[in-house]
């Protein structure tokens, strides 16, 4: 199993730039999840997804959209890239049902920098 | 409104020695409690997990300690050692119908002198 992947890895984007952030699973997990890690602030949920077809907002989705057309997939769009937006994006994946359904299993990051 | 909230921010702790890093949370109904490591360049990986319905769980030279009275919840590392050095993550989730859906804590960056 590979995981959680997430491509790129680094990406540079003038403001006002849209791009998408890639997110794919092969752990059959319902629950997928977008999150960004800023200094001092922890781990912000932008949207979240329970299942193909269904999604919802986090603490921070303002400036993001999501949609989730298979198991497998979640990508994360950037509409309007704005300096703020400046960060390191995780997504994650769990289960939602068994013994541990909230451990969630996290890809290796998309560092984004926008100027 | 920030509801787990992680201390210290930063922890320097001598090769050998107990680091403890302290999370407090203000949702009672939150029923799963676990701790994320972060390694450098790293996504986080689940270190160590609790349910309400224990005070203490230990894997290892980890330990939580959950207090629900006072709704705090503690990381023990003993014996810390240079590879320990990390960033350390609490979060807080309501397993029953609200899918897992973690809220995490600030972080605390842990550094081990040897």
């Known amino acids: 199993n590979a995981g959680v992947t997430q491509t790129p890895k680094f990406q540079v984007l003038k403001t006002g730039q849209s791009m998408t952030l890639q997110c794919a699973q092969d752990?059959?997990?319902?629950?997928m999840s977008w999150y960004r890690q800023d200094p001092g602030m922890g781990l912000r949920l932008i949207h979240y997804s329970v299942g193909a077809g269904i999604t919802d907002q986090g603490e921070v989705p303002n400036g993001y959209n999501v949609s989730r057309s298979t198991t497998e997939d979640f990508p994360l769009r950037l509409l309007s890239a704005a300096p703020s937006q400046t960060s390191v994006y995780f997504c994650?994946?769990?289960?939602?049902?068994?013994?541990?359904?909230?451990?969630?299993?996290f890809g290796p990051g998309t560092r984004l920098t926008v100027t | 409104q920030q509801q787990v909230k992680q201390s210290p921010q930063s922890l320097i702790v001598q090769k050998g020695g107990i680091s403890i890093i302290n999370c407090a949370y203000e949702?009672?109904?939150?029923?799963?409690f676990p701790w994320y490591q972060q390694f450098p360049g790293k996504g986080p990986a689940l270190l160590i997990a609790?349910?309400?319905?224990?005070s203490e769980k230990k894997e290892g030279r980890f330990t939580i300690s959950f207090n629900k009275s006072a709704k705090q919840f503690s990381l023990h590392i003993m014996d810390s050692q240079p590879g320990d050095s990390a960033t350390y993550f609490c979060a807080a989730s309501m397993i029953l119908g609200n899918t897992g859906k973690l809220i995490f804590g600030q972080g605390t960056t842990l550094q081990v002198k040897p």
């Open positions: 752990m059959n997990h319902e629950y």
């Open positions: 609790i349910r309400p319905d224990v």
């Open positions: 994650a994946s769990s289960r939602t049902t068994g013994p541990n359904p909230a451990e969630q299993y």
């Open positions: 949702n009672t109904a939150f029923d799963y």
